[in-house]
């Protein structure tokens, strides 16, 4: 009998499995886009389209951009997702977009295929037991259904252990460098090449990486790769690219958020108010997982277990102390989970198998997390962080228990450089966390329902009228209406309203479909046709507004009862402007795919650039003597005045986070802006700060 059920149990579980994968799973992924594909093709069908990309990772204009192509995605965003990595659907571009995903989900299955096939020459278990390692595996199935790209990840992660093993090391580094330009964290597996000193391997990954690099901004151009690189990585890597207080993250990186730092919104009540403890623990806690994977790397011995262990380690550790995992990034503990059996099975540890597979399964579920509790409170609220970090134990205890660790100058070595990397990333994280929290004062009451306030403007006595983010997608609202937020409500509960421009007691909404036209709160002002990010003169007289041509958004002026006018053409691009006077503007504007900078645009469309370096998001006050801008500088973007008469600059703040949208106040002293400080990468909230008379320190 016990025959019997060996011979057949294992067929029976695949089959089962296999009924609910491709009864499932499949036909919902087949059914809609859903997100991630959605961000994926975007950006690669604007490529080819010839449209710049420059400004992609803004939340707002890339979501300008799906409505104008109609996708059927309520909100997108690409942060943190790495260029190259969009172009992976590059040649399905061309497609309809629901096409482009059922091409994708066919290119998946047989990339699943491949993986099967590996992943048990790998792991030495037999390919039934890997398909069934597999089929127990939630997260790879919902990459199916977002279309993502988990399965391309884990096919060329298996694929580069598999040609470890067999001392394929070019094929191994190009696999590696492949996986590591698509998302960041396979670049960890330079640490095993170094420490086996295979620098073929090394070699090839590194310049893997670079071409990668290379191609990606032949087609996506220089402007996107530089946001990336100044601004969305170095984010990603302190865990604010998205929301950090979010628990359905289970990331160590949130867990440290909500016990040390204080976010008016998202986290009023913390265990400990005290910035300085996540800026040491953070990379503290990181180094104590990694420091393991890196020493019990054995430099001399190099059969295909003990090589399939030490990637394991290493998978495993970026894994937990990842910054911004989806419980979908858990595809990747395949890998790790497949050697952890085939050790259990080939040592007839059952115990220890049964609870691998249970472990596995615990780091799959879906938004696995206990309600939210404030405080050390939770601490209780993440049971995935900790099934994570006992995979990991248990990979580091069989790699010990087949080679014990030996101290020797090597050893040594490494251990010095690590604790090196960890000081460094210690005090980069205090240097950080100072004045970080400055506009915490200046903020203004903001909805639990909204994940980012925007593009202020004052409105009447003392309120403010904003863009939010919610996820019923952008509505135009104001600080009186919360936290009801909308204050003009779009016939179509589909459309998002991505600017406004405040004229009296009127509102003009840019309402976005696949045009974008503006309308206004008053019925007898007419509609303006394919029209964006609409301005108003100090006088009323004159709207400005962008229109995209030639892949570029010009600038164009409408005066009352006269056709339109274009003031700028190619190869400016133009961001945001402000009124001077009726017959004079200020642009934000790029020039042949440089950064931006600010120029003084004439009534004829004479363009002359502003001293002033990289800066965007000019607004005049309503007395025409100031400036206010933003200016791009050591990673951030940060408030700066200028006087118009004198050209005299004065900084208004320096912090190591972006403020930006300024707008003034009718007293022409205050400024209304858009601050991400102590929240996520450009998840804004809206403070309001008194900048003039300006203080002694800014005169000099």
């Known amino acids: 009998m016990k025959r019997l059920r060996d011979r057949y149990l294992q067929p029976i579980v695949l089959v089962l499995l296999a009924i609910y994968f491709f009864g499932s799973s499949i036909p919902e992924a087949w059914k809609k886009l859903n997100t991630d594909f959605p961000n994926y093709y975007l950006t690669a ?6 449209t710049d990309t420059s400004r992609a990772y803004e939340w707002m204009w890339i979501e300008r951009e ?3 192509r109609g996708l059927d995605q309520r909100i997108v965003g690409l942060v943190p997702i790495t260029p190259f990595s969009t172009l992976i659907v590059w040649p399905l571009a061309t497609a309809a977009p629901l096409t482009a995903k059922h091409i994708w989900i066919v290119l998946n299955l047989a990339l699943l295929a491949a993986i099967v096939w590996m992943l048990a020459g790998v792991s030495r278990l037999s390919v039934i037991q890997t398909a069934i390692l597999i089929g127990l595996s939630y997260p790879l199935q919902f990459n199916f259904m977002l279309g993502q790209y988990y399965v391309l990840l884990l096919a060329l992660l298996v694929g580069g252990c598999w040609a470890t ?41 590194l310049g893997t990486v670079a071409a990668s690099v290379l191609f990606s901004i032949s087609v996506l151009g220089v402007g996107m790769h530089r946001t990336y690189l100044l601004q969305v990585l170095p984010a990603t890597l302190r865990g604010d690219g998205l929301p950090p207080f979010h628990l359905g993250s289970s990331s160590l990186s949130t867990v440290l958020h909500r016990l040390f730092l204080f976010e008016p919104q998202w986290n009023p009540h913390p265990a400990i108010q005290a910035a300085w403890m996540f800026a040491v623990l953070h990379p ?21 277990l003990r090589t399939a262990l030490e990637w394991s380690g290493l998978l495993m550790v970026s894994l937990t102390i990842s910054t911004s995992p989806g419980f979908y990034l858990y595809t990747e503990a395949l890998l790790p989970v497949a050697i952890l059996c085939k050790c259990f099975l080939r040592t007839r540890r059952y115990g220890l198998l049964r609870g691998t597979l249970l472990l596995l399964l615990a780091v799959g579920v879906p938004d696995w997390h206990i309600a939210p509790r404030e405080g050390w409170g939770t601490l209780l609220c993440v049971p995935r962080l900790y099934a994570l970090i006992a995979l990991t134990l248990l990979v580091f205890a069989v790699l010990r228990r087949r080679a014990p660790v030996a101290a020797s100058s090597t050893q040594r070595l490494w251990v010095g450089a690590l604790a090196v990397g960890t000081l ?3 005090f980069s994280g205090l240097r950080h966390e100072r004045r970080l929290f400055d506009d915490d004062q200046y903020r203004l009451p903001m909805s639990d329902s909204l994940l980012l306030a925007s593009h202020p403007q004052a409105f009447g006595t003392g309120n403010a009228v904003f863009v939010g983010l919610s996820m019923e997608g952008y509505r135009v609202g104001s600080i009186a209406t919360l936290p009801a937020a909308t204050i003009v409500k779009p016939e179509n509960p589909l459309v998002d309203q ?16 696949p045009q974008s036209n503006v309308t206004s709160t008053d019925p007898q002002v007419p509609s303006l046709r394919n029209a964006e990010s609409p301005i108003v003169s100090p006088d009323g007289d004159v709207i ?22 274009q003031l700028t053409a ?11 006077t009726h017959d004079e503007l200020i642009v934000a504007a790029a020039n042949r795919g440089n950064a931006p900078a600010l120029y003084r645009l004439s009534g004829d469309g004479a363009m002359t650039p502003l001293a002033g370096g990289v800066a965007r998001y000019p607004a005049v006050s309503p007395d025409g003597q100031w400036l206010a801008f933003s200016k791009f500088d050591a990673g951030s973007w940060n408030l700066y005045l200028r006087e118009l008469a004198t050209g005299r600059l004065a900084r208004v703040s320096s912090v190591p986070c972006n403020q930006i949208e300024a707008a003034w106040q009718a007293d022409s002293k205050t400024l209304l802006y858009a601050s991400d400080c102590g929240r996520a990468l450009w998840f804004t909230a809206i403070a309001r700060r008194q900048v003039l008379p300006l203080p002694e320190v800014a005169k000099r």
């Open 66 to 68: 799906k409505d104008h």
């Open 45 to 50: 069908r604007m490529a080819r389209e010839h």
């Open 284 to 304: 503290v806690l990181q180094l104590m997982l990694l420091a393991p994977a890196v020493l019990l790397i054995r430099t001399r011995e190099s059969s295909p």
């Open 165 to 205: 093993q067999r001392r394929r090391h070019w094929t191994a580094g190009v696999l590696v460098g492949l996986a590591a330009a698509i998302k960041i964290f396979p670049i960890i597996l330079i640490l095993h090449f170094a420490r086996k000193r295979n620098w073929k391997a090394l070699g090839a990954c």
């Open 570 to 580: 190619a190869p400016f691009d133009i961001y945001e402007a402000a009124f001077v």
């Open 498 to 513: 991505l600017s406004f421009a405040v004229t009296g007691k009127n509102i003009r909404t840019e309402d976005a479909l």
């Open 544 to 565: 400005a507004f962008l229109r995209l041509i030639g892949g570029h958004r010009q600038l164009f002026v409408c005066r009352a009862g006269e056709p339109e006018k």
């Open 424 to 426: 460094f990333s210690i």
